[in-house]
Nanobody, 124 residues
Framework: QVQLVESGGGSVQAGGSLRLSCAAF????????MGWIRQAPGKEREGVAH???????TYADSVKGRFTISKDNAKNTLYLQMNSLKPEDTAMYYC??????????????????WGQGTQVTVSS
């Protein structure tokens, strides 16, 4: 059994930064690729960033150049550095893991493990 726990969310002014963390507890043999997904009320879930087992990263156009996904294998932790935040970035952010080694394009249904989410609120 594997559990994902996000942290680092909060409220920030437009133009500010936040760093989200996702800690994995348990045996993560099937965590071959991981990603961050967000959902605002009344909106569809959106894949924000993804990192494959070899370190290759993929970003949604809306966040490219502002967000950076990374991982620390020794700590079993996934990160999302968010800079130049905009009010449109306000959403619940989830981390998720997939058994697939490569997932381009990203298919949300291929993520098999999900965290509980952390709220990010950006004010103007």
């Amino acid at each position: 059994q594997v559990q994902l726990v996000e942290s680092g969310g909060g409220s920030v002014q437009a133009g500010g930064s936040l760093r989200l963390s996702c800690a994995a507890f348990g045996y993560s043999w099937n965590f071959n690729s991981m990603g961050w997904i967000r959902q605002a009320p009344g909106k569809e879930r959106e894949g924000v960033a993804h990192i494959d087992s070899d370190g290759t990263t993929t970003y949604a156009d809306s966040v490219k150049g502002r967000f950076t996904i990374s991982k620390d294998n020794a700590k079993n932790t996934l990160y999302l550095q968010m800079n130049s935040l905009k009010p449109e970035d306000t959403a619940m952010y989830y981390c998720a893991a997939s058994p697939f080694y490569k997932m381009v394009p990203v298919v949300l249904e291929k993520y098999k493990s999900w965290g509980q989410g952390t709220q990010v609120t950006v004010s103007s």
